[in-house]
């Protein structure tokens, strides 16, 4: 009786810690290592002929500006709304991750179609673009988003990632 209940709290332990290792503290979400583990998975078992594989990159403009104003106990919440709002926006199984300060990307299967990809982005852009009420603030956050499609833009985790993260600066510069 003794060894499994050190045995079940080793266990509970061991998932603790690897939970831990693959998520976010703040927001509870996914992390990069996480991400990297998922979509090199993805992608290794992916048949040429399979549905598409899309990566959007989501980095919320002028976070910086707010997180300076009011604090990074506001900013916190921010991105803690945030993350809520875009697990809300995606399918169930597609993946949401933050990557670290500001950025978030989703990864979404069987979607490389232009029109339901649009729509996501509009339906992630309406979510984000919400007014939050933080205390008696409420702000106004906007997302700059750049999508990556496999295999058109890259056929590797760092490919993909790195075409969203660039089609995401030129959204951010463009102001769309």
Do not use: W
């Not at 045995?7 to 703040?26: C, F, Q, S, T, Y």
């Not at 990557?99 to 982005?121: K, M, N, Y």
Request: proline share 4%; glycine share 8%.
């Amino acid at each position: 009786m003794q060894a499994e209940t050190d045995l079940d709290r080793v266990r509970g332990g061991e998932r603790r810690a690897r939970h831990l290792a693959l998520h976010d503290d703040l927001t509870s979400l996914p992390n990069l290592r996480h991400l990297l583990e998922q979509l090199g998975e993805t992608l290794a078992h992916r048949a040429p002929d399979s549905p598409g594989l899309s990566v959007l990159y989501l980095d919320l403009d002028a976070f910086k500006a707010a997180n300076d104003t009011y604090g990074h106990g506001v900013g916190d919440k921010v991105l803690r709304i945030t993350a809520a709002r875009l697990r809300g926006a995606v399918r169930q199984g597609d993946t949401v991750v933050r990557l670290g300060g500001d950025e978030f990307v989703c990864l979404l299967q069987d979607v490389a179609d232009e029109t339901p990809l649009r729509h996501l982005c509009d339906k992630l852009m309406q979510a984000v673009s919400a007014p939050m009420k933080i205390g008696v603030l409420q702000l106004l956050v906007r997302p700059s988003i750049g999508i990556a499609i496999c295999p058109q833009h890259g056929i590797t985790a760092d490919e993909l990632l790195a075409c969203a993260d660039a089609a995401m600066y030129a959204a951010k510069r463009a102001g769309c």
